[in-house]
């Protein structure tokens, strides 16, 4: 069961911290867009009332500017835009798509308001990561006053995504890019849930093959490696990518691309390296160490060449929460599907 408790200690009355001093919220360390996005995705799935959700889908909602579209960071009741980012917005889209499923009426209004004020911005997108983000959260938009733009919007994105992998990709080299950075595996699971929208043969084979090519390489070791971030994975460097730091965040981001495959077209294959993936949190990772704190319910915020970084951030909490619901549903796919096989007696 997904533990709350160090995600609850990170929210205030204003919305989700940043950092903390190991396991104790730092409200010096201020709010981000992307930050509060992600834990509104996570508290879609995290109590009856919604309560945590009203308060991320309103620190979304007042972090807008006059025209309506979104500052990245607050600190001490002031919104900067200069920390913006395209990733972050594309996130913050992501969130607002999944939020018009909430149980809660007015987390719906303000998902819906937010999306008709900042989707237009998906075209002036050059960040491929923030292309795929928004496009995930497009395919799976259930507003019908987009319904006559959406398909476009897929259209279009997807083509972004496509022609950057044709560009990129080699026989050896089957990726987007001339490297391989962080939340690697939102590029493939954007091309898989294009597929699972309008059956686009191209966006299935792209993404076939570059998750196959990720997971070829995180997953060498039967559990799983993250690219390090102390000079990422260069396409004409050295053949083995950098081990540390590994970010929670990377880990999760391959979890939840495998989720889609498995989702968007079966395969046992993409649930069991879903579930590798959440594992890596507990200690099926390079150095044998969980970054869970079974005291706080927090997670440690990276596996470093000397063990782990003890500071307990929002973007590692985030991440670990977003496995454990990943596992719980891995756990319920292969229960149901146990319960399927024939009786022998």
């Not at 951030?313 to 096989?341: D, H, Q």
């Amino acid at each position: 069961m997904p533990d709350f408790r160090h995600l609850r200690a990170m929210t205030d009355e204003t919305g989700l911290l940043q950092f903390s001093h190991k396991s104790i919220p730092d409200p010096l360390s201020g709010y981000t867009l992307d930050d509060n996005a992600r834990a509104l995705i996570i508290s879609l799935s995290m109590d009856s009332d919604m309560k945590y959700a009203r308060k991320y889908a309103t620190w979304l909602y007042n972090a807008q500017q006059n025209d309506g579209s979104w500052s990245n960071f607050q600190l001490n009741n002031e919104y900067f835009s200069s920390y913006d980012s395209e990733d972050s917005i594309g996130r913050a889209l992501l969130a607002c798509s999944l939020g018009l499923s909430s149980d809660c009426e007015e987390v719906q209004k303000m998902c819906h308001t937010m999306l008709l004020s900042n989707i237009h911005q998906v075209y002036k997108f050059r960040s491929p990561r923030a292309i795929a983000y928004s496009l995930v959260g497009i395919c799976k938009n259930e507003s019908t006053q987009l319904n006559v733009e959406k398909l476009y919007l897929v259209s279009r994105l997807s083509e972004c995504l496509i022609n950057l992998y044709q560009t990129a990709h080699t026989k050896k080299w089957l990726w987007f890019e001339d490297y391989l950075t962080y939340c690697n595996g939102i590029l493939p699971q954007a091309m898989f849930a294009v597929y699972a929208l309008n059956g686009n043969k191209k966006a299935l084979k792209i993404g076939h093959d570059s998750l196959g090519f990720l997971n070829n390489i995180l997953f060498r070791k039967a559990y799983l490696n993250i690219v390090g971030n102390q000079g990422w994975h260069q396409k004409d460097g050295n053949p083995n990518p950098p081990l540390f730091d590994q970010q929670p965040v990377d880990a999760a981001s391959i979890a939840l691309a495998c989720w889609e495959a498995y989702k968007a077209i079966g395969g046992k294959e993409y649930l069991q390296l879903a579930t590798l993936a959440c594992r890596w949190y507990h200690g099926l990772n390079i150095h044998g160490l969980s970054l869970y704190d079974e005291k706080t319910g927090g997670c440690y915020d990276a596996l470093t060449i000397d063990g782990v970084n003890k500071n307990q951030g929002a973007e590692a909490i985030i991440s670990l929460l977003l496995c454990e619901i990943i596992a719980e549903k891995s756990l319920k796919e292969r229960e149901t599907a146990i319960e399927k096989l024939p009786k022998i007696i």
